[in-house]
């Protein structure tokens, strides 16, 4: 069994910056893969970027690149998501998820709410 739990979200300035956790425990070898994610208010759930814990490789949503940044601390087992010049559309629910392969993840956490105000 894997579990994830995200933290560090919160209220922000448009132009802030913020980095979330996702502390992965269990059996996290079962899943190679951890991805972050958002769903706002009326849409649909967005692939933000992942990161294979073997060997780091990542991958970032082509409209989030040069602001967001995934990263992972194989000590902690734990994995980020570094959002620079944050800006109100980025207001949504973030959520971390684990998979065997990207984009098949079917462990997910309970989401940490970003909000950006203007």
């Known amino acids: 069994q894997v579990q994830l739990v995200e933290s560090g979200g919160g209220l922000v300035q448009d132009g802030d910056s913020l980095r979330l956790s996702c502390k992965v425990s269990?059996?996290?070898?079962?899943?190679?893969?951890v991805g972050w994610f958002r769903q706002a208010p009326g849409k649909e759930r967005e692939f933000l970027a992942t990161i294979r814990w073997s060997d780091g490789n990542t991958s970032h949503r082509d409209s989030v690149k040069g602001r967001f940044t995934i990263s992972k601390d194989n000590a902690k087992t734990t994995v980020y998501l570094q959002m620079n010049s944050l800006k109100p559309e980025d207001t949504a629910v973030y959520y971390c998820?684990?998979?065997?392969?990207?984009?098949?993840?079917?462990?997910w956490g309970q989401g940490t709410q970003v909000t950006v105000s203007s």
């Open positions: 998820a684990a998979g065997v392969r990207h984009p098949v993840y079917d462990v």
């Open positions: 269990g059996r996290s070898f079962t899943r190679p893969y």
